[in-house]
């Protein structure tokens, strides 16, 4: 399923939130959002998912403009992990899960066998499965995050849009979900604070600045030294991984000077 992103524009309190955006995220790609602070990323994400209303534009699924589409209809093709994501009501994991089957429900029947399976299937992938009689409340960052995104598989969407979803995770748990999400033949449109976890397992990064996109294309191609000191007012270095040759950065830590541009600020015309 092809997610396109046409002229989206987004404005609140009088500002330009996401400027004229453009975006294609083809079919079983993974495509990885990344800006600094206040970029844009999360709101272009609520337009995705439909918590917010783009000022102009369109959100394109398989070429249907989403604005369209009932809500319960786009929620069985497209699921969402928010960054506001969170549960406060005394729900065990296996009943969080297996709320990700709602879309599909009709009434408030019991889940059918195969709903059952998916949810252990969801619960094994996210090393959750140990959690399932825990109550929500009582779960680390870490945990609950990976209970998220397995209600979110438990959709079964065609198209997830992830909002930071390695926040919280120890580093096993963050390669074990982005290797999963890379072969696992979804749409994916996702934003990454880390570059170096973006470039390694993103088909396309697109580069967002003060609600623009300044760069879009392999990773490779975008994550240049130029880039990530004009965009993130960083110095860095870009190296191969020896193994797969995907661009990472070493960064430089220098003393801070408060004369340099502030982080995301981009020149007139590099838009």
């Known amino acids: 399923m092809t997610l396109r992103l046409r002229e989206l524009s987004v404005q609140a309190a009088g500002r330009t939130l996401v400027d004229r955006l453009s975006l294609d995220v083809a079919a079983g790609h993974m495509v990885g959002l990344v800006g600094p602070n206040g970029s844009g990323k999360s709101t272009a994400l609520r337009c995705v998912y439909r918590a917010l209303r783009p000022t102009s534009g369109a959100v394109l699924l398989d070429g249907t403009d989403l604005a369209s589409v009932p809500l319960r209809e786009s929620a069985r093709s497209i699921a969402a992990l928010t960054q506001e994501s969170h549960t406060e009501l005394d729900f065990t994991v296996a009943e969080v899960i297996a709320l990700g089957r709602t879309p599909h429900s009709r009434g408030n029947g019991p889940l059918t066998g195969r709903e059952r399976e998916l949810c252990r299937t969801a619960m094994d992938r996210l090393d959750v499965a140990h959690l399932a009689d825990r109550s929500v409340l009582t779960l680390s960052g870490g945990e609950r995050q990976r209970v998220l995104v397995a209600r979110a598989l438990v959709q079964e969407p065609r198209v997830l849009v992830l909002d930071e979803p390695t926040n919280h995770l120890d580093v096993r748990h963050q390669v ?27 088909d396309r990064i697109a580069v967002l600045s003060h609600g623009c996109l300044v760069a879009s294309g392999a990773p490779a191609e975008v994550l240049t030294p130029e880039l990530v000191r004009e965009v993130f007012g960083v110095d860095a270095t870009v190296v191969r991984h020896p193994r797969t040759g995907t661009p990472q950065l070493l960064y430089d830590f220098v003393p801070f000077d408060t004369s340099s541009p502030s982080p995301g600020a981009v020149q007139e015309g590099t838009r």
């Open 176 to 202: 074990r979900l982005l290797s999963f999400l890379r072969g696992a033949e979804l749409t994916v449109l996702t934003a990454l604070h880390d570059l170096n976890l973006a470039a390694a397992v993103c």
